[in-house]
């Protein structure tokens, strides 16, 4: 089972839960974003600095939810700094694939699609459990973020 579809299984209504769920995606996202920036950077410059902003996006994204959780006076400790992984930092670089040809650069964008899809996916039923107001219009403005995010990375595989 992946992380998405974990993610996507466990749903907690209460709004505490819920930011908390919300913001550890977009840790993975941010994460996400930054691998493949790294990936695309030796042959397309054009893509990495895409993704790049999109990891930007992601660190903006994450802002504005401790932000509201500062509000909310929710977990707020919890949020000061990016959760930490399981393995080694030279496991992560392991797992890093550098683009050198066309091929490998359609293969990572289509995994791009595909994870951000899944994104928009979990923001979507994100949605359908919300129950606060500044929650929801930070949910929706995420959703259409990544749906922005989607149609650039259909651009960019074109």
Do not use: N
């Not at 907690?12 to 994460?31: K, M």
């Not at 895409?50 to 992601?58: K, N, Q, R, T, W």
């Not at 400790?77 to 392991?94: I, L, N, T, V, Y």
């Not at 990572?108 to 994870?115: E, V």
């Amino acid at each position: 089972m992946s992380a998405f579809s974990i993610a996507l299984a466990t749903h907690d209504p209460l709004p505490q839960g819920q930011l908390a769920q919300v913001c550890h995606h977009e840790y993975r996202e941010l994460r996400r974003h930054r691998s493949l920036a790294l990936s695309f950077l030796p042959s397309r410059q054009d893509i990495s600095m895409v993704m790049a902003l999109f990891g930007i996006e992601s660190e903006q994204r994450l802002l504005e939810l401790h932000r509201l959780a500062e509000r909310m006076q929710a977990f707020v400790d919890a949020w000061e700094h990016e959760p930490q992984r399981s393995g080694a930092p030279r496991d992560a670089f392991r797992e890093q694939v550098f683009v050198c040809d066309d091929d490998t650069a359609r293969v990572l964008l289509a995994r791009a699609h595909a994870d951000t899809s899944l994104s928009l996916h979990f923001y979507e039923s994100q949605l359908a459990i919300c129950c606060t107001l500044e929650m929801r219009t930070l949910l929706e403005r995420f959703r259409k973020q990544y749906r922005a995010a989607q149609r650039i990375i259909e651009e960019l595989a074109a």
